[in-house]
């Protein structure tokens, strides 16, 4: 009897861990839980991998239940007694080998007709987006630990926080300035690796306005956890502001300080919505006018230039200046998540981020000097006006 | 005649230190193997629990992220070369002998010598922690982030010279097995009378004999590299990291299979004993051996796909890895047409085998979904991949390696481990195991990469990683219970007979412990399982207990120092590279002494008479 008990609860094992990915796959878990899954796809490439990735999987669980019910049945159905007479000696069978080897080629080939497609799919950017204009272009470099995107089409720089317009194919061109690292984003294409001496491409096309997480995937050092990104997948409109904003980014001299002073313009179709991008509308420079006679803002801005900060961050977009090897920083003031991209971009958070940074992500390359709390305040003022 | 068998194994008159130093019987060197590899297993286990405890919750900060690098770092370097290899090589060099028929291995020396380099080699890389510079690098060791560039301090320098002397090990290991499988066996043993563990750890020998030497020549460029300024792997001075990559896994690959091949042996002989019926398909379980062994060579980039070697690179390394599925379907089936039919008897050892096929089809199948090459895109480097690998390791490799060891300890120390804790002890490691990784396959398709210290709360690995750390406290428990079973059975000391299991294979008709001799006799072979064939001849179901000999006139070789010697001149020599640099010329004092002490060895070794110690029988 317990021997009984005990061989059913072998066989509900893998039954149950089998309910417990059909109840997942099925998507009764609340896939906004998970901006991050590759059960989601978002994108063209995505859902490529995707249905290859079911068609996979429903035949491994397949051949699971099939052989594991076999193996549950043979220990179940031949239990014997010590003193049970020996069982017939059988050595093997020609025919039930060849089937057995046979069968399994077969599953296999059915595997691999769709595999070596969606290889040669997934392996060219399309050479037109499906709203008909050319891919995007971006320069993706990695860093340690930090993603730097230049558009080389539209003369901008931006780190951390990719915008791209949605519909649009992005035409991916990698490399690194260190080490190896591996660009993902899981809901829009798989991980491709970024070397020192060689570019790698990637392509997706996002179908979804809204922000996206990405990581670093390939084993990169004491911040490799910390080497995080989002993409900001903005409508085409959003996508032109925030290009124009950028562009504007060039009115500003190269400590930041702004060159002439035309009339400030908030922008009043700002969207905070998902990840709080906040996106101008028309091109403006992007100091607000509150912010502009706050005296703790001037005082912020003298810091940017006199601590350091400024040898190795431009806050200009534009162009960005040779040697600048911190992220660039236009756009701070409203960048969703700051340090590597995994720390929420409040103002405590950047408090902390600037006075310790080896306290909030030990190891990281960022040097600071020492400063009182009231500077740091003051530098946090000033970037929260690089919107 | 039984107070003397007792005498015979009573676990404590097993000699002084100085004999087990300088012992070279297969059997005590094998005792030693296992010994040594289990303390690096716990050591493995314990990082690893650390590591699970950092990853129960999101934005964890109990150990730091350089200590956490290299926690996985050495945890990875730690259960396969310190813990699962010389676990198997635990096997080999007992049952070896015992299962051809042969009274020893072909070089006994040797064998000593690489038992002691692995230990040696294990002590210097867990002596690293000590230093406070314990190998980070992953142990895949990734250049340019494993050059003196991006891992200035000496970590690196002790996995990569740590590595160096572990391969001599395997190396010097792989030698003497592959002779003395070909050359050592009973009178009529053929190829294709050899049992399956024999066949295994033959094709595993020569995966170590072809690949090890890629690994060396890896290792020597990048030690070259650190040490002496060269750029084989910077892109700085002309090199490419991609050829670390190349031959890494080219190594790495079939390394994945000198892994398992054991096991699989292990199970071979297994499953037959305990379902009273031969191997199913006993020539298909050979060449499907073979044949897995002969594919392992050409995936290697499959675990490339991210770096975009380009659609027709991708398309060969898919198909030829879908390939290895059909010898291991075969080998799978063949296992259960063995149970098939059979008079099952559910003992420890045989549970700890079933649960091995039911593991490594789970294992087998994640690994076929990850030659899809544009799915592995998505799966690579996250937990997905993690959850795969340990359910071939850890649930194919350790479970066979538990099976083996609950089957053949009666064998090994001349005592019955506990059947009831035993029983405890699976059902506990099966339910550990599985809570442990089955998490870490959602964990992974959910988007949460492997070797991060941490992350983020919010993209719902929270529920996944604390059931994986839950579950892996539960595993660690289960070894405990396991180390309370060989404590039990040690105390208790109550012998053992020669043929608890009623086995098929030759090592059951020696005492247990064996003799030093192995065989009185020599035996002549003229069936696949001459046990059974002997037993049903005699119309028994077990031999009666075997006589024990004086061994008079049987000369085996005397113990030496000289293996141990050179063990340690190796390790000297190696130490030399890592403090080279703080002295001016190019190779340090303690290089010269390091390669003075293994010459001398050598050479007092070359010239030391083969019986100048050994016991008079």
């Known amino acids: 009897m317990i021997r009984h008990l005990r061989i059913s609860s072998r066989r509900h094992l893998p039954l149950l861990l089998l309910g417990l990915v059909a109840v997942t796959l099925t998507g009764c878990l609340d896939a906004s839980q998970y901006p991050q899954s590759t059960l989601t796809p978002k994108g063209d490439y995505a859902e490529m991998v995707d249905k290859l990735f079911r068609t996979t999987l429903w035949l491994a669980t397949l051949v699971f239940i099939i052989v594991e019910a076999g193996l549950l049945w043979a220990i179940f159905k031949f239990r014997g007694k010590p003193d049970d007479p020996e069982p017939k000696q059988v050595h093997g069978s020609t025919t039930v080998e060849i089937i057995w080897t046979v069968i399994p080629a077969l599953v296999l080939a059915v595997v691999a007709v769709p595999t070596v497609q969606t290889i040669f799919e997934t392996a060219k950017v399309p050479a037109a987006s499906p709203d008909g204009q050319a891919p995007l272009r971006v320069d993706v470099v990695g860093h340690q630990w930090w993603w730097e995107f230049r558009y080389p089409e539209l003369g901008i720089t931006t780190a951390n926080q990719l915008h791209v317009p949605v519909g649009r194919t992005v035409d991916l061109r990698m490399k690194t300035v260190d080490v190896l690292h591996s660009f993902w984003i899981p809901q829009f294409a798989g991980k491709r690796d970024v070397f020192p001496n060689r570019e790698t491409r990637l392509w997706f096309t996002a179908k979804e306005t809204g922000a996206f997480p990405g990581a670093c995937a390939e084993f990169c050092g004491i911040q490799h956890g910390r080497m995080d990104f989002y993409v900001m ?155 | 005649m039984a107070t003397s068998v007792l005498e015979q194994t009573h676990v404590a008159k097993r000699g002084t230190l100085a004999s087990w130093l300088t012992t070279v019987d297969h059997k005590k060197i094998g005792i030693l193997y296992g010994a040594s590899a289990f303390l690096f297993f716990l050591i493995g286990g314990i990082e690893a629990l650390i590591i699970r405890t950092q990853l129960a919750r999101p934005d964890a900060t109990l150990v730091s992220p350089e200590f956490y690098n290299q926690l996985f770092t050495m945890h990875g370097t730690t259960m396969i070369f310190l813990g699962v290899m010389p676990l198997s090589a635990m096997f080999f060099n007992f049952f070896i002998p015992l299962l051809i028929g042969a009274r020893d291995v072909a070089f006994p020396r040797l064998n000593a010598m690489s038992l002691w380099v692995f230990i040696l080699g294990g002590l210097f890389m867990n002596f690293s922690f000590l230093m406070n510079a ?108 991609m050829l670390w990559q190349h031959l890494f896994w080219v190594f790495g690959h079939p390394e994945v299979y000198i892994l398992i091949l054991p096991a699989f042996g292990i199970i071979s002989e297994i499953l037959p004993v305990f379902s009273r019926k031969p191997l199913f398909g006993y020539s298909a379980m050979v060449f499907s051996s073979a044949f897995i062994a002969f594919l392992g060579f050409g995936v290697w980039s499959h675990h490339m796909f991210s770096t975009g070697m380009g659609p027709l690179a991708d398309t060969f390394f898919s198909l030829a890895t879908m390939l290895i599925a059909i010898p291991t379907g075969v080998k799978i089936f063949n296992w259960i047409g063995t149970l098939w039919g059979g008079s099952l008897q559910f003992k420890t050892p045989m549970l700890f085998a079933l649960g091995f096929i039911a593991m490594f089809i789970t294992g087998g199948l994640s690994g076929v979904m990850h030659s899809v090459a544009p799915a592995d895109l998505q799966q690579t480097d996250t937990y997905f991949v993690v959850a795969h690998f340990h359910y071939v390791l850890f649930g194919g490799s350790i479970f066979a390696l538990t099976a083996g060891a609950y089957y053949w300890w009666p064998k090994m120390f001349g005592t019955m481990l506990n059947e009831t804790i035993g029983k405890w002890h699976f059902w506990l490691m099966l339910a550990g195991f599985n809570l442990t990784f089955f998490p870490m396959h959602f964990a992974g398709l959910l988007g949460m990469p492997r070797r991060i210290y941490t992350y983020p709360a919010g993209l719902g690995f929270e529920l996944f990683n604390m059931m994986a750390t ?84 049987i000369h085996l070789p005397g113990p030496s120092w000289w293996p141990l010697v050179v063990a340690v001149g190796i390790l000297v020599f190696f130490i030399g590279f890592m403090v080279k640099h703080s002295y001016a010329f190019p190779f340090g004092p303690i290089t010269i002494v390091g390669f003075l002490l293994t010459a001398v060895g050598i050479f007092k070794w070359a010239y030391e008479a083969p019986d100048a110690n050994a016991p008079k029988h």
């Open chain 1, 233 to 387: 997948v903005n409508t085409p409109e959003e996508f032109a502001g925030w290009v124009a904003t950028r562009q504007t980014d060039s009115l500003l001299g190269p400590t930041g300080l702004p060159k002439p002073a035309p009339t400030p313009v908030v922008d009043s179709t700002a969207k905070a919505g998902k990840g709080d991008v906040v996106v101008a509308a028309a091109p403006a420079v992007p100091v607000a006018p509150a912010a502009m006679t706050d005296p703790k803002v001037a005082e912020g801005e003298k810091y940017f230039a006199t601590k350091g900060c400024i040898g190795c961050h431009s806050l200009n977009s534009v162009g960005a200046p040779k040697g600048m090897i911190g992220p660039n920083l236009a756009g701070i003031g409203v960048r969703k998540n700051i340090a590597g991209g995994w720390l929420p971009n409040t103002d405590e958070n950047l408090h902390r981020w600037i006075k310790t940074p080896q306290l909030v992500k030990s190891g990281v390359l960022m040097q600071v000097p020492e400063m009182t709390d009231a500077e740091v305040d003051a530098l946090v003022a000033y970037l929260r006006t690089k919107q």
């Open chain 2, 134 to 241: 314990a190998p980070n690098g992953g142990w895949f060791g990734y250049a340019p982030l494993s050059s003196r560039q991006y891992s200035p301090g000496l970590n690196m320098d002790f996995w990569v010279i740590g590595l160096q002397i572990l391969g001599i090990a395997s190396l010097a290991a792989g030698v003497n097995f592959f002779t003395t499988i070909l050359n050592m066996r009973a009178r009529g043993m053929t190829l294709m009378r050899m049992p399956m563990f024999v066949w295994t750890t033959l094709i595993t020998q020569i995966l170590v004999l072809l690949s090890f030497p890629v690994i060396t020549v890896a290792l020597i460029l990048l030690m070259v590299d650190r040490t002496f300024g060269a750029s084989f792997f910077s892109v700085g001075g002309g090199g490419d990291p």
């Open chain 2, 470 to 553: 839950v579950g892996a406290f539960l595993l660690a428990f289960s070894i405990l219970v396991f180390m309370y079973n060989m404590w039990v059975t040690v105390r208790r000391n109550v012998p053992a007979p020669a043929d608890p299991w009623g086995g098929a294979t030759l090592e059951w008709t020696i005492p247990s412990p064996p003799q030093e001799w192995n065989f009185t006799v020599e035996p002549v072979v003229a069936e696949r399982d001459p046990v059974w064939a002997m037993k049903r001849a005699a119309g028994v179901r077990t031999l009666p207990e075997p006589t024990l000999d004086s061994g008079k006139g």
